[in-house]
């Protein structure tokens, strides 16, 4: 079975400062992962996504994620933290193959990881 | 603004009363998703409808009545419900073939059972 793990519940940084959240996933085959970023009372919005290639993917908003496979990981980075960017931070793993022919592809989120940035 | 739309936008309802949610996209999407978001616990998927079958339900208690009607609509029926339901409930669209697709999520529902 498919798990993703954010092992910081909560990081606090301040503004200008690089941030990097953590995430690690379980999967048995090729995973594709994906950064979602949740504001308050809004749904989900994808930030990146890596399915093949380069490891180090670019996304919106300036944040990038580097798939490391030998460590299972997927983090999440960014240089120079805006207060805009607080908010909660979503990491998930989706199968890489369908079952069959035209299967919906299925996430698994992790717990997720609260920003919170300081003047 | 995803594509996805869910209304309302907040609910509350009492513990016997009936009431729907509703998801639409019209991004040409074949597969809708529903899922629940609890504080302080991952996202749990409750139901995947792909070119309006179901092809997923999570163990989810009956109370809770998913619907698609066509591609681009999705309901839940909600009944009967328990406090502990309260939640965000979250639509998300995606194309089910090719391999560079993705998740649209809605801004959600939020429900409060009383």
């Known amino acids: 079975a498919q798990s993703v793990t954010q092992p910081d519940i909560h990081i606090t940084v301040s503004e200008g400062a690089s941030l990097e959240l953590r995430c690690n996933y379980s999967?048995?085959?090729?995973?594709?992962l994906f950064w979602y970023v949740q504001s308050p009372g809004q749904g989900l919005q994808l930030l990146l996504k890596?399915?093949?290639?380069?490891?180090l993917v670019q996304g919106i908003k300036g944040f990038e994620a580097e798939f490391k496979r030998s460590q299972s990981s997927f983090n999440l980075r960014k240089p120079s933290v805006h207060w805009s960017d607080a908010a909660e931070y979503f990491c998930?793993?989706?199968?890489?193959?369908?079952?069959?022919?035209?299967?919906?592809?299925?996430?698994?989120f992790g717990s997720g990881t609260q920003l919170t940035v300081l003047p | 603004e995803t594509g996805v739309t869910q209304t309302p936008r907040h609910l509350v309802m009492g513990m016997t009363n009936k009431k729907s949610l509703k998801c639409e996209q019209h991004?040409?999407?074949?597969?809708m998703y529903w899922y629940k978001q609890s504080a302080k616990k991952p996202l749990e998927l409750m139901f995947v409808y792909n070119f309006k079958e179901q092809t997923e339900n999570n163990s989810v208690p009956s109370r809770f009545s998913p619907e698609c009607p066509n591609s681009s609509h999705l309901f839940l029926h909600l009944h009967t419900l328990q406090p502990e339901d309260s939640a965000l409930y979250l639509c998300?669209?995606?194309?089910?073939?090719?391999?560079?697709?993705?998740?649209?999520f809605g801004q959600g529902t939020r429900l409060t059972v009383v």
């Open positions: 991004l040409g999407h074949n597969a």
């Open positions: 998930a793993v989706g199968p890489a193959s369908f079952i069959s022919s035209g299967s919906a592809r299925q996430l698994t």
């Open positions: 890596y399915f093949s290639g380069d490891t």
């Open positions: 999967y048995g085959a090729t995973p594709y």
């Open positions: 998300a669209s995606s194309q089910g073939q090719g391999m560079n697709t993705e998740a649209f």
